[in-house]
């Protein structure tokens, strides 16, 4: 470790530093790549409508003709359009209509969220992540990239899927576990129960990995871009090392997730799972260090209703 990562370990509670891929034994790596060999991929109408949001030809009834195929999709829209997150004050049924009033980006998160609990975890995702909460979050997050990128950015939409994508890492670690045990093969500390002050170093505890290692390889598994792989696995390199570690072209996009996510779990959840980014992730991207001064009143007020649209959506079939 330099001495400017040894100066960013002094500064968390326990001087504890997450552990990078390239520090990862790569017996275990190897391990859990092949688990993820066998990982249902993303459904197809979450692949389909994260393409098409992209493309400015696309129309709200194509989109709805792909979210069609899939009933969880349809009633979480459905369900998210007439709760009080929009606040229409008529029964809404009609799918196209839906997709026109909420808007293409909201179709793609919802979408994402709803592929990711479907495909990967139900209502506890391995005892160590409740599937609700965990929906709230990364929805959260989008909301928090949103703001903070500016809508009429032409990346907004890349940055939101980002937010969407970039904890896919935990709805895998607990199946890693799952399959580890059933092949007999023992990963690192997988009995030790300690409390530890943050959620990265209890799972390098009982996994040998963290859920931002996990997830850039299963984004690399799901052919996802190489923007998202490094930047879901960077995207927690902010509390923990210093800018020149993450590579020059994804060091704004790592730094606004990092914040992003920060965000979400400070001020909505009122408990922090990481130490604060460092301020040099603030500064390229010109953003006041005090977070709360970057939650604005129509923040605060999208995060009220995303909680309550959450505590109604379904998650399994």
């Given at each position: 470790m330099d001495n400017t990562q040894s100066d960013m370990a002094q500064n968390t509670e326990n001087q504890w530093v997450m552990t990078r891929k390239e520090d990862v034994n790569p017996k275990l790596l190897n391990i859990v790549s092949a688990v993820l060999d066998i990982f249902p991929e993303l459904p197809d109408s979450v692949q389909k409508i994260m393409t098409m949001v992209y493309d400015p030809k696309t129309s709200s009834r194509e989109i709805a003709e792909i979210a069609a195929a899939d009933p969880v999709l349809v009633s979480n829209i459905l369900r998210k359009l007439n709760s009080a997150y929009y606040q229409i004050d008529r029964k809404i049924e009609d799918i196209n209509f839906a997709i026109i009033v909420m808007g293409f980006n909201e179709i793609r998160d919802l979408a994402i969220q709803t592929g990711l609990v479907k495909k990967l975890g139900g209502e506890m995702i391995g005892g160590e992540y409740d599937a609700r909460e965990l929906s709230a979050h990364i929805y959260m997050v989008s909301i928090c990239v949103e703001e903070l990128s500016g809508k009429n950015s032409k990346d907004t939409?890349?940055?939101?899927?980002?937010?969407?994508?970039?904890?896919?890492?935990?709805?895998?670690?607990?199946?890693?576990?799952?399959?580890?045990?059933?092949?007999?093969?023992?990963?690192?500390?997988?009995?030790?129960?300690?409390?530890?002050?943050?959620?990265?170093?209890?799972?390098?505890?009982?996994?040998?990995?963290?859920?931002?290692?996990?997830?850039?390889?299963?984004?690399?598994?799901?052919?996802?871009?190489?923007?998202?792989?490094?930047?879901?696995?960077?995207?927690?390199?902010?509390?923990?090392y210093p800018l020149d570690s993450v590579p020059?072209?994804?060091?704004?996009?790592?730094?606004?997730?990092?914040?992003?996510?920060?965000?979400?779990?400070?001020?909505?959840?009122?408990?922090?799972?990481?130490?604060?980014?460092?301020?040099?992730?603030?500064?390229?991207?010109?953003?006041?260090?005090?977070?709360?001064?970057?939650?604005?009143?129509?923040?605060?007020?999208?995060?009220?209703?995303?909680?309550?649209?959450i505590s109604n959506i379904v998650l399994v079939d």
């Open positions: 939409g890349i940055l939101m899927s980002l937010g969407m994508l970039h904890d896919i890492g935990k709805f895998a670690l607990h199946m890693i576990k799952t399959h580890e045990m059933r092949l007999g093969i023992e990963m690192k500390g997988s009995s030790d129960q300690k409390s530890y002050a943050t959620l990265l170093q209890h799972e390098e505890s009982v996994y040998g990995v963290n859920h931002a290692i996990v997830g850039g390889i299963l984004a690399e598994k799901w052919n996802l871009s190489d923007r998202f792989q490094k930047v879901i696995e960077y995207h927690h390199y902010p509390s923990f020059s072209q994804y060091r704004e996009d790592v730094a606004l997730i990092s914040i992003a996510d920060y965000m979400a779990n400070s001020l909505i959840f009122s408990h922090t799972l990481i130490p604060q980014p460092h301020p040099s992730y603030f500064k390229i991207l010109g953003f006041d260090t005090n977070v709360e001064n970057l939650v604005t009143p129509a923040l605060h007020k999208k995060f009220a209703r995303v909680k309550e649209f």
